[in-house]
């Protein structure tokens, strides 16, 4: 079965970074668009970065842009992404998600905390 398993999160400091990754398996991880999507608690849950099933194009929240980076190797069926200068807001659980289309699929980890605090 399909699975995406996120990891990377963790405590950290406003200014810091920290870099997530999202294991794919039982799929073909290069026919997959990738995206990163986060949830805070009490909103509803966000797009922060996609990226095309080779690489090839990416794009990023508003909020994010210029301070996180989305990549993939799809040797390795990951997908990760940077975090730089992070901030408070920025808490919140980050998910990966996988979807495709013809047929259209789309599959989600379980999710990794991310917390920014001093």
């Known amino acids: 079965q399909v699975q995406l398993v996120e990891s990377g999160g963790g405590l950290v400091q406003p200014g810091g970074s920290l870099r997530l990754s999202c294991a794919a398996s039982?799929?073909?991880?290069?026919?997959?668009?990738m995206s990163w999507h986060r949830q805070a608690p009490g909103k509803e849950r966000e797009l922060v970065a996609t990226i095309t099933s080779r690489g090839g194009s990416t794009n990023y929240a508003a909020s994010v842009k210029g301070r996180f980076t989305i990549s993939r190797d799809n040797a390795k069926n990951t997908m990760y992404l940077q975090m730089n200068n992070l901030k408070p807001e920025d808490t919140a659980v980050y998910y990966c998600k996988a979807a495709r289309t013809g047929p259209i699929l789309a599959y989600w980890g379980q999710g990794t905390q991310v917390t920014v605090s001093s």
């Open positions: 039982g799929l073909t991880f290069n026919m997959y668009a």
